[in-house]
């Protein structure tokens, strides 16, 4: 396997002091061993690679599910557990242009049936996920920004059907949400929950349909052989004519060769408090549990959990070291103590990063990869996989069966194009964030 960044980010240091960690156990897994045949081999046990397996186990297919390290490793067991509208970095305007005002506004409906799935999917299966529902809330960081929710609000009000709101500066303090801020918008689609609970259940109802699942179980090559593809891991190949990638900020350039060049990793990284008292809440001003975060283009999430909580996330570092990973702690502190400075003398014992994915074209694919009969790809969610990469996971599942019950946009219908530079790719990110800093002010 070949990775683009630093080792570091693909071994557990980023994700040693994760908060979700020590709220949910799971059990370990076997690796991969010996010959083993399947309908569907799935490479990447995230939420894309369960739903997936979830969904085609229903049906009947036989699958097995390969992970590198265990369920949840990647970014589905330590993000920030926004199950909100998202998927794509691309505007209105470029999805316009790139598909037409149709399908543009199809793909935003999307972005929404991909939260509504998600929590029809926790709901049936009766997963217990601490969800924590209220919608999510923008607050903007820009007198201009708040003046742009009105209009806002009226579109997506219309676009989605639900009534959008737009809470003025003076009347914050009263939704529990005092702060910097010069006004909030509050969208009523979406919940918080704890993003290990529900990949660890997500796996065991995949199990308990039929899939198997097979922990530190890298796939190191994979190559055609007759009708079947053939993965080979560190003990086992495994043949099958359908292969699912759902490797999304931790794929290689290798697995498959095709993904060269078409994902981006970058950091997103998070602090947790310790509880903080009702007193403390009271005196910051904070209380709602709505998910919330900033108008910045490099914005800033954060949201109470059940427990008296808060976590606090923003971007990554420009490298993927071991000393960027401790200096990024030193930068997101900083900023959750501009933002709440009531908890300046909070301590933050949590502290983590990892990977999300960007596509060049700004957008999420979930479909067949062209000219690799049988073989299917779901990824680059940008930062808001939680719900597109659950919906994602079931779209490509749908795809193999023929099925089309979901919305399927024609936006992820589109092959992501490589990004320049090749495995120098990361490069690209300086420029970017010093526009979005700068575009920020
Ligand atoms: C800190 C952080 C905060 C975030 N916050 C949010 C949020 O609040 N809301 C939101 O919607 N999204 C959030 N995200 C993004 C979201 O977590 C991801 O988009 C989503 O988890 C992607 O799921 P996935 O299954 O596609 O990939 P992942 O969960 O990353 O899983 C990929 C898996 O592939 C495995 N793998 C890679 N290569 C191989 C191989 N060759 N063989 C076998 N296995 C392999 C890896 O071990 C990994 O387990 C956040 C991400 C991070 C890092």
Excluded at 159 to 175: A, E, N, Q, T
Excluded at 180 to 186: D, L, S
Aim: some cysteine.
């Amino acid at each position: 396997m070949t990775h683009i960044c630093d080792d570091f980010a693909y071994g557990n240091g980023p994700r040693a002091a994760c908060f979700w960690n020590g709220t949910a156990n799971s059990p370990a897994r076997m690796p991969a061993n010996g010959q083993i045949h399947a309908d569907v081999a799935i490479i990447g046990a995230g939420f894309t690679g369960l739903s997936a397996a979830l969904r085609l186990s229903k049906a009947g297919y036989k699958v097995v599910v390969l992970d590198s390290r265990s369920v949840g490793w990647g970014a589905s067991g330590r993000n920030g557990g926004f199950c909100c509208i998202g998927g794509a970095k691309a505007s209105d305007t470029q999805l316009r242009r790139m598909v037409g005002p149709q399908a543009a506004r199809d793909y935003r409906l999307a972005e929404r049936d991909a939260v509504y799935f998600t929590q029809d999917l926790i709901a049936q299966h009766g997963f217990d996920v601490d969800a924590q529902f209220g919608g999510e809330t923008v607050l903007a960081h820009r007198q201009k920004d708040y003046e742009a929710f009105h209009d806002e609000a009226q579109s997506l009000s219309e676009l989605y059907d639900v009534d959008v709101s737009v809470i003025p500066p003076d009347d914050l303090g009263k939704h529990g949400m005092s702060g910097p801020f010069y006004g909030a918008m509050n969208i009523p689609i979406g919940f918080g929950l704890n993003p290990r609970k529900y990949v660890l259940q997500l796996a065991t109802a995949a199990e308990s349909a039929g899939a198997r699942i097979f922990e530190s179980s890298g796939v190191r090559s994979i190559e055609k052989v007759g009708h079947n593809w053939k993965l080979c891991t560190p003990n086992a190949q495994i043949e099958s004519p359908k292969v699912v990638v759902a490797t999304n900020g931790y794929s290689s350039e290798t697995v498959p060769k095709w993904m060269a060049g078409r994902y981006l990793p970058t950091q997103s990284s998070v602090i947790v408090t310790r509880p903080l008292s009702p007193e403390e809440l009271a005196e910051q001003g904070w209380s709602t549990h709505q998910l919330a975060y900033d108008t910045r283009n490099l914005l800033h999430y954060f949201r109470l959990l059940p427990n008296g909580r808060f976590l606090f996330g923003m971007r990554g570092g420009l490298s993927t070291t071991s000393k960027t990973h401790d200096a990024v702690q030193s930068l997101i502190r900083q900023d959750f103590e501009t933002m709440f400075p009531k908890w300046a003398h909070v301590e933050t014992p949590w502290y983590w990063t990892g990977f999300v994915c960007l596509s060049r074209n700004l957008t999420p694919f979930a479909g067949p990869i062209p000219e690799h009969a049988g073989m299917y790809a779901g990824f680059g969610y940008h930062g808001n996989g939680v719900a597109m990469g659950s919906y994602s996971g079931a779209l490509v599942a749908d795809q193999i069966m023929g099925d089309t019950g979901l919305r399927l946009p024609k936006v992820m219908q589109i092959p992501p194009r490589k990004f320049p530079f090749g495995q120098k790719r990361r490069a690209l990110m300086y420029p970017a964030y010093v526009a979005y800093n700068f575009k920020d002010r």
